[in-house]
């Protein structure tokens, strides 16, 4: 450990120390030091509303962060601290730097499939369409945080398959890279006992469970006795004081369920710090369209997301409705992208489709590729952030993309045209525009967010976009 990483290991600890002795009175000071330490004020907005945050003892945003400082355990929250500076802070400036340099997006957080192989076989799972024996080596994984971290991405979260089933490798990867943060999806089946001390040990390493209600809904999808087993790994982490979140997809049959007081309040008390809400997409040739949800279940989730914010001592995000938040679209490279077990670079997750594989070619590379110029030069695909999507909004954007730059499907069991990934969404997307053009106020969404200088400030005429939204390409 070189002598300014002893200096900063150091005044963490005494900052974490001081902060749970009495947080109320101490956490304003160490907010105001983060605030002297950050020069180039990459957060200044964020401070100004920190700071009236901490006015406030009874502030949901203040409960919540006490809960994290005085209940999770002192080792992990010194082993969290750095990579979490490094994402939040550090990763700006490098990040702006290589985007003006390359001229291409640069994410803040890359997604990784360590493995193809699962456990499970979940109802809708597009995962399975990549088959089970695809994955990627140590090597690729260690090369692809390496070259990210070049870059300034500092963020790096696991999908699959399930993750887990690689997990000598992903401890390996948090000890040797202590300078990021990792998140794993997960169906937490496979974190027992032993692994739960592990993960408390490594201390940057934070699961996210799979859990879509309560048993009846979760083992629907799922399978029987995996409730059971989930809320069981919940629980071991809890009881050791590590954080972790939850990962939740909200379709036709369960938002209600999902949009629920009730079933937030169930979450915190589980010890859930964090909620990842995504809306189901029917990405892969056998995944049914009846799963996805209707304009109202949608703009349902938007209410009650806006609503928990003020009430719920959880960090809550929408994947697809808090596009406000991010000014749109956050794949392609813009805020992330995807590589799957077979080192396919995919703009996002959910789309099945790309120009490069990463065991050709470099991080950097990849974002250079066809297909992530084209998300750059169309992004964002709507003015209207709450219809952010190029498949499940405009699809006409997907259609024309993959077109254009012969971009290939990456799904190894049933190869799907975009085009048919159109034909499934475009209804969708026609009814969702409908209301969400009854939800987005633009002045609103202006005042609040555009004028802050951090963010990525640009609007487009439809005329400058390649592409129809609700038209495809044959």
Same mark, same amino acid.
């Given at each position: 450990?070189? $002598?300014?990483?002893?200096?900063v ?8 120390k001081?902060a749970?002795?009495?947080f ?5 000071? &160490?907010l105001n030091?983060i !605030? ?6 990459v957060n200044r907005s964020t ?6 945050? %901490?006015?406030d003892?009874?502030n949901n945003?203040m ?5 994290i400082?005085?209940?999770?355990d002192?080792?992990?929250?010194e082993?969290l601290v750095p990579?979490? %500076?490094?994402v939040a802070?550090?990763?700006y400036?490098?990040r702006?730097?290589a985007i003006e340099?390359y001229?291409?997006?640069v994410p803040?957080?890359i997604l990784?499939d360590p493995?193809?192989a699962?456990?499970?076989k979940c109802?809708?799972c597009?995962?399975a369409?990549y ?7 140590y090597?690729? $994984?260690a090369?692809? &945080?390496?070259?990210?971290k070049e ?5 790096y979260?696991?999908?699959g ?6 997990r000598?490798?992903l401890m390996r990867?948090?000890r ?9 999806f997960t ?7 032993s692994?739960?001390?592990e &993960?408390k040990e ?7 469970f ?6 009846e ?6 399978g029987n006795?995996?409730? @059971?087993?989930?809320t069981?790994a919940? @629980? *071991? $982490?809890?009881? *050791?004081?590590v954080p972790?979140?939850?990962s $939740?997809c909200?379709t036709s049959?369960?938002?209600?369920v999902l949009?629920?007081?009730e079933y ?5 008390e589980?010890?859930?710090?964090f909620a990842?809400f995504?809306?189901?997409?029917p990405t892969?040739n056998?995944a049914?369209t009846?799963?996805m949800?209707?304009? !109202?279940q949608?703009?349902? %989730?938007y209410?009650k997301m806006?609503?928990?914010?003020k009430?719920?001592?959880i960090?809550a ?6 596009? !406000?938040?991010v000014?749109?679209c956050i ?5 992330y992208?995807h590589i799957n ?5 995919e703009?996002?997750?959910?789309v099945h489709y ?5 065991k050709d070619?470099s991080v950097?590379e990849?974002?250079q590729?066809?297909l992530f110029m ?12 709450l *219809?952010?999507?190029p498949v499940?909004?405009?699809?006409g954007a ?6 254009e ?8 069991q049933h190869p ?6 159109f034909d ?5 997307a ?6 969400a053009d ?5 002045d609103e969404y202006i005042? @609040?967010h555009v004028?802050d200088e951090n963010?990525?400030n640009y609007? @487009?005429d ?8 609700? !038209?495809?390409?044959?």
């Amino acid at each position: 450990m070189s $002598l300014k990483e002893q200096i900063v290991d150091f005044a963490i600890r005494n900052a974490i120390k001081y902060a749970r002795k009495d947080f109320d009175r101490n956490a304003p000071k &160490i907010l105001n030091l983060i !605030e002297k330490a950050d020069v180039k004020r990459v957060n200044r907005s964020t401070y100004a509303g920190l700071h009236k945050v %901490m006015d406030d003892p009874n502030n949901n945003w203040m409960r919540f962060v006490k809960d994290i400082i005085c209940n999770t355990d002192e080792h992990v929250l010194e082993k969290l601290v750095p990579p979490l %500076m490094n994402v939040a802070v550090n990763s700006y400036t490098k990040r702006m730097a290589a985007i003006e340099k390359y001229g291409c997006n640069v994410p803040w957080a890359i997604l990784m499939d360590p493995t193809a192989a699962c456990n499970l076989k979940c109802t809708g799972c597009w995962a399975a369409e990549y088959g089970h024996t695809s994955s990627l080596s140590y090597d690729d $994984l260690a090369r692809i &945080i390496r070259q990210g971290k070049e870059l300034g991405t500092y963020m790096y979260l696991y999908t699959g398959g399930e993750p887990t089933m690689r997990r000598a490798d992903l401890m390996r990867l948090c000890r040797e890279n202590p300078d990021c943060a990792f998140l794993s999806f997960t169906n937490g089946t496979l974190i027992d006992d032993s692994f739960a001390d592990e &993960i408390k040990e490594v201390g940057n390493f934070y699961p996210a469970f799979s859990i879509e209600g309560y048993e009846e809904e979760n083992d629907f999808r799922r399978g029987n006795g995996t409730f @059971k087993k989930c809320t069981a790994a919940m @629980k *071991r $982490l809890k009881d *050791r004081g590590v954080p972790f979140g939850a990962s $939740l997809c909200y379709t036709s049959k369960n938002t209600d369920v999902l949009a629920s007081d009730e079933y937030m309040d169930w979450l915190i008390e589980q010890g859930v710090k964090f909620a990842w809400f995504f809306t189901y997409m029917p990405t892969g040739n056998g995944a049914v369209t009846d799963l996805m949800v209707s304009p !109202e279940q949608r703009a349902l %989730m938007y209410k009650k997301m806006h609503e928990w914010r003020k009430t719920k001592a959880i960090f809550a995000l929408d994947f697809w409705n808090d596009g !406000e938040y991010v000014q749109g679209c956050i794949a392609g490279g813009r805020h992330y992208f995807h590589i799957n077990s077979n080192g396919d670079c995919e703009p996002c997750a959910f789309v099945h489709y790309s120009n490069v594989n990463i065991k050709d070619c470099s991080v950097l590379e990849a974002l250079q590729s066809p297909l992530f110029m084209a998300y750059k030069n169309n992004q964002p695909f709507s003015n209207n952030m709450l *219809r952010p999507c190029p498949v499940l909004d405009n699809p006409g954007a997907i259609s024309k993309m993959v077109a254009e730059t012969g971009a290939y499907s990456t799904e190894m069991q049933h190869p799907e045209s975009a085009n048919a990934l159109f034909d499934k969404t475009i209804e969708a997307a026609k009814a969702w525009k409908v209301k969400a053009d009854e939800l987005f106020d633009r002045d609103e969404y202006i005042a @609040k967010h555009v004028k802050d200088e951090n963010m990525y400030n640009y609007e @487009k005429d439809d005329s400058e976009r390649e592409f129809s939204e609700f !038209e495809k390409t044959e």
